[in-house]
């Protein structure tokens, strides 16, 4: 038992002590073995612990060293969990830094692939016709290049309608800024070159992407790479076929309608135009003067579309403007022809048309010379919102629309009618499509330019667009064509 005593404050008797002290009072520096205790008055006290205080102090010892394991050992976790966090917080900041870097990527390729898939609505106000191009015979050698389309950047696939296969080839044109020709190149590739396959007699191209999401384009437009397949006409079989890019055929190719097959069109005026759009899935063709129950004075031709299943879809008639020649002149002359060789789908479903008259007189090259001429005109049409007939009505004279945005549709089931069912006479007549003039322009003389290509090209600073064209010189045709290349901008 541990005695302390004490003395009292107010008579200095002593008292009893509580014999034990606090751990507070001996964690806080309470009274140790053998020391002097000052009680009131003078005496001195030396006060002597027995065992049992000796073991509350070991035992106050031994808490203070576990306390001080468990502070340590908490400091140490604490660090270790400071440490964890930092080094998780710049882990964390990092993934987030590269996430928002990706994010920023992504978003900027969709907003391109976005900005490429929504329709462009066209004023076509102005219209602008560049410096037209003569390439060197180095780079375009003399040929009979018909139709062309876009592939991306400076790369177009032409078709050339007397090479064998499906007659592709591809150029390189690069053009300016302010819409001009830079320069261009040809190079035919392997599968043209070596192909068994000849005499189709290819006119017109049309390139559809493999995209088919903004995921897929989006993957494309980041690589640069161009992917997709090549829709090539030909007028010998009235065909329209599938190619890889490499120009090999895939098998594929479009159901053509029994009512332009070979025996329904005039000789060598059959599918010459080939467009395609990708936003509205659509393909578009016509022969290049009007099949032979419409009448070849008739100027009527008919604008067929089909759909990404590649079957016959929906069919417009059109009809093109008076010849300068009359049949007479065209009948004595060494060549014409008037028809329309292409067609451009624009994203809004409207179409540019292309019209052409070619006459070249007979005669000496004198004569050829001064009496030659090409005249063409770039018209639009806009098939969409308009009234559909469910009959076709070859001998029945259409009526042009009285209104701007009526036009009459003939349905693929018509198309598929017999050419006796075609004879029959409908009380309504057909209404023709609505035309709008973009531009005109004539060729003659020594710079004669048959062009027979048409397709969008690169879009230009400023928000201009670029309308390339491509002339088919008939292989130099004795020094009166070449290989011409004509660019418009508009807006």
Known sequence: MFAFLGVCSGCGAFRSVPNRVPASY????????????????????TVKPDSSATGVLNDNSAILNDTSKVYSDSLRRAITLRDSLIRDSIIRDSIIRDSLVRDSIVRDSLEKVAAMHEPIRYDFSPVYQTDVYVPSQQNVPSGEYSGITYLGGNRYAVVHDKLKGGGIVFFDIAITNNGKVASAKATVPAFTSNSKVSGRDNEGVAFVPAAS????????????????????SAESNQSIVEYTLEGKETG??????????????????????????????TFWTTTETPLKADGKESRLLRLQSFGSNLKAAKQYLYKMDSPVKSAA??????????????????????????????????????????????RTLLYVVSPN???????????????????????SALSSSAQKSSSSSAQKTSSSSPELLEKRLLVSFSTSSLNLANYEGMCLGPEL????HTLI?????????????SEYIKVLVFR
């Open 461 to 464: 600073p400023g928000g201009w």
């Open 213 to 232: 999401s903004f995921s897929e384009a989006a993957q494309a437009s980041e690589s640069g790479t161009i992917s997709g397949t090549l829709f090539v």
């Open 329 to 374: 002149e065209a009948s004595a002359a060494k060549a014409y022809v008037h028809g329309v060789p292409a067609l451009v789908a624009l994203d809004d479903g409207s179409l540019i048309v292309l019209e052409r008259e070619v006459y070249v007189p007979n005669g000496g090259l004198f004569a050829k010379a001064l009496g030659s001429f090409t």
């Open 469 to 481: 064209l491509i002339a088919d010189s008939q292989g130099g045709s004795s020094g009166l064509t």
């Open 26 to 45: 001996l964690v806080g520096g309470g009274v140790p073995q053998d020391t002097i205790v000052n009680v009131k008055g003078d005496s001195s006290l």
């Open 385 to 407: 919102g308009s009234s559909s007939t469910s009959t076709l009505t070859s001998t029945t004279p259409p009526q042009q629309s009285s209104s701007s945005t009526k036009a």
């Open 252 to 281: 594929r190719s479009l159901k053509i309608p029994s009512a332009f097959g070979k025996d329904k069109i005039n000789s060598n005026n059959g599918f010459e135009a080939l467009t395609y759009n990708a936003l509205t899935k």
